[in-house]
């Protein structure tokens, strides 16, 4: 070790421990601010918990607050309407959000700020509105690990209009089944993080509508009639996903419509895999040799290349807390983050490799549970993100 790498874990260890004896004293949980105080209880017994009803329980809580629910099946179509984390019992899953058969999305997230995670979110018929099982009208919010089994209208939807624009919303980890429109669909929603989540048997798995500026990456589309379409949407960074066709000859992989043809489908080195692509591989190393071509509707004019194409489907694991991508969990990752946060070093990608705490975040408090975890016993990051 030279050095000056030995000084910068010196420093890193010092200013973590520090952070730790800031963090016990204001009794901030591992979860980081801005969720102080102990967590609302919502489950079936109202002896047990705080509330039966999750709905009830956003209600009255405060401004960021932590909201967990109990294993069980909840009948309700909720409303966040506030700053809050909820989270579904993370040890005894499954925790089940079903639609009480109203014409509103199941989950609407109307505040910034939020974190939705750990549920199974289910829906058995579409009203005569267009909802969604997840629905989303503000910015910086993280919407992960959930099942959504729906026939609603779309999975996740993130929509607003030309005058307000949302940006920075991130949706991570999610299965996503039976849509009938879009499993994840973005309308004039930019700068958004869409990675590592699976979409099965929907119309389109992803409609991507004036909406720019996003990452895309680490997703599988299956037997959905079109994987991805692309309206009138730009500099967006679509690579490292999975699109697999349906056995419907009439299924695309990806589609433009005529209106824009400008975004970008590899990292100069490898794009998406395809498992339409007809080209060879001849110098066998796992990147097709001619581009994959994607089309407009009418299948004639050329939009987009992808010119890395993956000839194997791409199999991807990222390890929480590994925000060097090392591939382990030490104390490189706080000299990581540590430079990322304050001196403007690369950011973990995907941001779930600094996201220590499964906040939704990679921060600050992120760096006090990595050196806690390190150094002080304390609990481990989530092995897979």
């Not at 016990?24 to 017994?45: E, K, Q």
């Not at 960021?64 to 005894?92: P, Q, T």
């Not at 989540?197 to 909406?211: C, T």
């Amino acid at each position: 070790m030279n050095m000056k790498y030995g000084k910068k874990i010196t420093l890193a260890i010092f200013f973590s421990l520090s952070l730790i004896l800031v963090s016990n004293s204001i009794n901030a949980l591992p979860y980081g601010l801005p969720f102080p105080g102990d967590p609302i209880s919502v489950g079936p017994d109202p002896e047990q918990y705080d509330y039966t009803s999750i709905s009830e329980a956003i209600q009255n809580a405060d401004e960021d607050s932590i909201i967990e629910v109990a294993y069980g099946e909840y009948n309700d179509n909720i409303v966040i309407d506030k700053r809050l984390l909820i989270r579904g019992d993370e040890e005894n899953f499954p925790t089940i959000i079903s639609a009480t058969g109203s014409d509103e999305s199941v989950v609407q997230i109307t505040a910034d700020g939020c974190t939705f995670k750990n549920f199974i979110v289910t829906s058995e018929s579409r009203g005569p509105t267009l909802d969604a099982g997840i629905e989303i009208w503000s910015e910086d919010n993280t919407v992960s690990n959930n099942i959504i089994i729906t026939d609603s209208y779309d999975g996740i939807n993130i929509e607003t209009d030309d005058v307000n624009p949302l940006e920075n919303n991130t949706i991570v980890g999610n299965n996503i089944y039976n849509a009938g429109n879009a499993g994840i669909r973005l309308v004039y929603s930019h700068e958004n993080r869409i990675e590592n989540n699976e979409i099965f048997d929907s119309y389109y798995g992803m409609w991507i509508s004036y909406s720019d500026s996003s990452i895309i990456s680490g997703n599988t589309l299956d037997n959905n009639n079109v994987n991805i379409l692309i309206d009138g949407s730009n500099g967006n960074m679509i690579d490292h996903n999975n699109f697999i066709k349906g056995v419907d000859p009439s299924y695309k992989n990806a589609l433009y419509t005529a209106n824009n043809c400008d975004n970008i489908w590899d990292d100069g080195e490898e794009g998406n895999y395809w498992s339409d692509y007809d080209g060879s591989d001849n110098d066998e190393d796992s990147i097709g040799d001619t581009p994959y071509n994607i089309y407009d509707f009418s299948g004639t004019t050329l939009c987009d290349s992808d010119d890395f194409p993956k000839v194997d489907i791409i199999v991807t694991t990222y390890v929480a807390g590994d925000a060097d991508g090392s591939g382990g969990v030490d104390i490189d990752d706080v000299v990581f983050m540590i430079d990322y946060i304050f001196s403007g070093g690369p950011a973990p990608d995907p941001v779930c490799l600094g996201d220590a705490d499964s906040s939704g975040e990679a921060d600050i408090d992120d760096v006090v549970f990595l050196i806690n975890y390190i150094f002080s016993g304390g609990p481990a990051p989530e092995d897979i993100c």
